[in-house]
């Protein structure tokens, strides 16, 4: 198992971008598909992003498309989630999670290995 923290949160405008990173502690980091989920006030978790463990192919929910990228240094321990043209609909908790399944299937698995604790994102109209 792994233990991850999230950082890089706060407060941004509507429009702007923030880059949340995610560090993972052990030595079989590059066996884990990684992903970020959200979790906005009074709503459940949802799935934003996956990335394989090579980082060569990724999976992104449809608010996100085109708009989000993940990415990931296995040499650094270190998924990262760029966030671009953020909207107030993006207000969340994002948590960072690691599993051994696969990097679209992870979007609907129930049990996920690892979280983080989770880092709040603040968009403002």
């Known amino acids: 198992q792994v233990q991850l923290v999230e950082s890089g949160g706060g407060l941004v405008q509507a429009g702007g971008s923030l880059r949340l990173s995610c560090a993972a502690s052990?030595?079989?980091?590059?066996?884990?598909?990684m992903a970020w989920f959200r979790q906005a006030p009074g709503k459940e978790r949802e799935f934003v992003a996956a990335i394989s463990w090579s980082g060569g192919s990724s999976f992104y929910s449809d608010p996100v498309k085109g708009r989000f990228a993940i990415s990931r240094d296995n040499d650094k321990n270190t998924v990262y989630l760029q966030m671009n043209s953020l909207t107030p609909a993006d207000t969340a908790v994002y948590y960072c999670a690691a599993d051994q399944s696969h990097y679209v299937t992870i979007a609907t698995t129930r049990y996920l290995e690892s979280w983080g604790q989770g880092t709040l994102v603040t968009v403002s109209s």
């Open positions: 052990g030595r079989t980091f590059r066996s884990y598909v």
